[in-house]
């Protein structure tokens, strides 16, 4: 079993508030941390997944919009996910929206 594995990179902080708990692999609370530890596919998109989110940031995405889609896609789409396929399609999904993102606009 793989060691402790940040999920969406040591999770998002921003003004000192995290979107995400990292997932504690010695004890993982769900369904899809436990496949995400266990899997060496899923914890490489869940990387990978991290990385664009960090992309994100430096482009100046806002970081509340960022922050809200993010739980809403964890919620609504990858908390739902019972394989590892459907975690691995779903992150890789998701890592093509916030590399779409705009950068923060002008106000």
């Known amino acids: 079993m793989m060691k402790n594995i940040s999920l969406w990179l040591l999770l998002m902080f ?8 990292a997932i504690n692999c010695s004890n993982p609370t769900g369904g899809v941390e436990r496949l995400i530890c266990t899997s060496s596919r899923a914890s490489v998109s869940q990387e990978d997944l991290a990385f664009s989110y960090n992309l994100a940031m430096r482009r100046g995405v806002d970081m509340k919009l960022l922050q809200q889609s993010q739980t809403d896609w964890y919620n609504d789409v990858l908390g739902q996910c019972n394989n590892v396929t459907c975690i691995v399609e779903a992150m890789s999904e998701r890592s093509a929206e916030i ?9």
Do not use: C, I, L, P
Not at 14 to 21: C, D, T
Not at 99 to 107: A, Q, T
């Open 14 to 21: 921003s003004s000192g508030s995290v979107a995400h708990a």
């Open 99 to 107: 590399e779409n993102m705009d950068g923060r606009s002008d106000k």
